[in-house]
């Protein structure tokens, strides 16, 4: 363990940049939890930066990296949180992880087409997470996974969970061809408790404001819809729609 310098500071404060973390192949971990399920990922952590209460009670060892020292006030340099918590990490991205043809054996895989916000890309995650789905597809415009907000809103998921970017259209051509049956969340789709759901499955989630695209759209085989019993929202969170639409699945 060392303590921080100002340059070494200046460095590791430069991956608060999503260019340079993108660049590099690597994304930012912050908080005793999100570490912690880092440390046991497997993932290859380059620096860990904490402060003296959290290194007087925390064993990193080699798993942690270069391990430094910070104050309070250097974690904040290093943060993208409002409240720093403690610790701070840089973790290698798994290369390769996301390339890989969705088989028969998945009984269910999450596609995301343009999804932009990171809160909701980070519950998705969760929740594919907690059914034990691990693969999730993304058209190319959709948020990345290694976004720091949505890092966070995954609670460790980023670690158990491959998310591949993808032309998402053809990405849907060659699952049918395979035999998968995609479905599509969209208002004008029947209602999701009265379809008879078949296996292996493709849930495809749009857009929070635009829904699926329309290249998109064209290859889903099935629209499927969550009734508005109240008769006064205009539309379901991307994040909840999901969550009701793959409990169905299970």
């Known amino acids: 363990m060392s303590i921080l310098s100002k340059n070494q500071l200046k460095f590791l404060a430069s991956y ?26 497997g993932f290859r952590i380059l620096y ?3 402060t003296a209460d959290y290194l007087a009670s925390a064993q990193l060892g080699t798993a942690g990296g270069e391990v430094y020292e910070v104050t309070p006030e250097q974690l904040e340099r290093l943060s993208n949180m409002k409240t720093p918590n403690k610790i701070w990490m840089l973790v290698e991205r798994k290369t390769g992880s996301g390339k890989r ?13 343009g999804l932009q916000d990171p809160g909701n890309m980070g519950t998705i995650m969760r929740t594919a997470d907690w059914y034990g789905i691990r693969h999730i597809v993304c058209s190319r415009d959709t948020v990345s996974c290694y976004n720091p907000k949505v890092v966070q809103a995954t609670m460790g998921a980023v670690f158990r969970t491959t998310v591949e970017y993808v032309d998402l259209a053809e990405w849907l051509d060659n699952a049918a061809g395979r035999g998968i049956v995609s479905y599509g969340a969209m208002m004008d789709g029947e209602d999701y408790r009265k379809v008879q759901l078949h296996h292996p499955a493709v849930l495809v989630i749009g857009n929070e404001g635009r829904g699926i695209s329309q290249t998109v759209s064209e290859k889903v085989g099935h629209k499927l819809t969550i009734p508005n019993l109240g008769g006064t929202c205009e539309s379901l969170n991307a994040a909840v729609a999901t969550a009701i639409l793959t409990s169905n699945f299970f």
Do not use: P
Not at 103 to 113: F, I, P, V
């Open 48 to 50: 860990s930066c904490a």
């Open 16 to 41: 608060r940049l999503q260019k340079r973390c993108d660049d590099e192949g690597v994304f930012v971990v912050e908080g005793i939890k999100m570490c912690n399920e880092a440390l046991l990922s």
């Open 101 to 113: 043809e969705t088989g028969s054996e998945e009984r269910l895989t999450l596609a995301l087409d």
